[in-house]
């Protein structure tokens, strides 16, 4: 597959066939076990959408190859104090199976690299797992580096605390 047939589409939270694409895809990331290999809840499956539509900072993005969605990803923009700007953190990004090493992620992360450049951001953050290789090598590829302040301090970790 060339990446000229994969087509991104920003996702209508509220078109039907958006909302079906995104659960579907959304839901294989969840099995995954680089998703953690949990389907999605049904309150979750249920209420998604509608979340992300009442959410002014979301934005989703699914690569379709003819009308089969292949890949998705979704983002919030936050914001930077040390740049006083917006940034557009990419919390989600997932190409099915059979579609990986095809290019479908890089044209993933250039419709959000445009979404940011037009919104205004002055960076891209993302979170992967350290056992996740390809992402990793992805994610190179396309300029992402570790977050670092003073190499002397080290990199930036992620931390997590469930309420």
């Known amino acids: ?8 589409r920003r996702v209508d939270y509220r078109a039907p066939a958006d909302r079906a694409a995104l659960i579907a ?12 290999g949990t389907p999605l809840s049904a309150d979750v499956r249920a209420r998604l959408c ?10 989703s993005f699914i690569a379709w190859v003819g009308v089969q969605p292949v890949g998705l990803i979704n983002t919030f923009e936050g914001y ?4 006083a700007r917006p940034l557009l953190n990419v ?9 990986r090493a095809q290019g479908v992620g890089q044209t993933l992360l250039f419709a959000c690299e445009a979404h940011a450049r037009e919104r205004g951001c002055c960076k891209l953050t993302l ?7 390809r992402a990793l090598r992805s994610y190179e590829r396309f300029g992402f580096a570790p977050y670092v302040l003073d190499p002397g301090e080290g990199q930036a970790l992620l931390m997590q605390k469930w309420l």
């Open 1 to 8: 597959m060339s990446a000229d047939a994969v087509q991104v």
């Open 25 to 36: 895809l959304l839901d294989a990331y969840a099995q995954d076990p680089m998703g953690g």
């Open 50 to 59: 509608d979340d992300l539509a009442a959410h002014p900072l979301a934005a």
């Open 80 to 83: 930077s104090t040390f740049k």
């Open 91 to 99: 919390h989600d990004i997932a190409v099915l199976p059979a579609h």
């Open 127 to 133: 979170e992967v797992l350290s056992g996740n290789a």
